[in-house]
């Protein structure tokens, strides 16, 4: 476990958890747990972009935001250097995300396809703060 997220063995996918005091760090960790997976996780590199999401309950908000997470690191070959998450509530999201051009780097990571519905939760925990956990398809 880093200090941000924990990384699930899962026969078929990978899997994320984390725990944070906010929605919004724990959005922010579990986005960072994505990119580092992936190998595209260059903290403080790139330009900032507004992202909003919207889903209907906050489980497919997360899986929104992965995807929308993966599809720029795809559509745009770029990888990430920071994710602010401004403010989450259970069916939107307002964040910006530090993207730079891969350029010639090779990346050592996983290849994801996709965030999943399988066992996702995000939840308030009963001392406060709260909890995620979200399965890749690899």
Do not use: C, N
Not at 41 to 57: I, K, L, M, N
């Amino acid at each position: 476990m880093t200090e941000r997220f924990e990384i699930l063995e899962h026969t078929a996918d990978i899997g994320l958890q984390a725990r944070a005091p906010t929605r919004e760090e724990l959005f922010e960790a579990l986005g960072e747990g994505l990119a580092t997976l992936q190998g595209a996780w260059f903290p403080g590199q790139g330009t900032e972009r507004p992202v909003r999401v919207e889903a209907s309950d906050p489980e497919a908000l997360l899986v929104a935001w992965l995807d929308e997470l993966l599809y720029l690191h795809e559509s745009e070959d770029a990888v990430f250097g920071g994710l602010a998450v401004d403010r989450v509530d259970d069916t939107s999201l307002s964040a910006r995300v530090r993207l730079a051009p891969r350029g010639d780097r090779e990346l050592e990571g996983v290849g994801v396809k996709a965030a999943t519905y399988h066992r996702v939760e995000v939840a308030p925990e009963p001392g406060g703060g709260w909890t995620g956990r979200v399965y890749l398809d690899v």
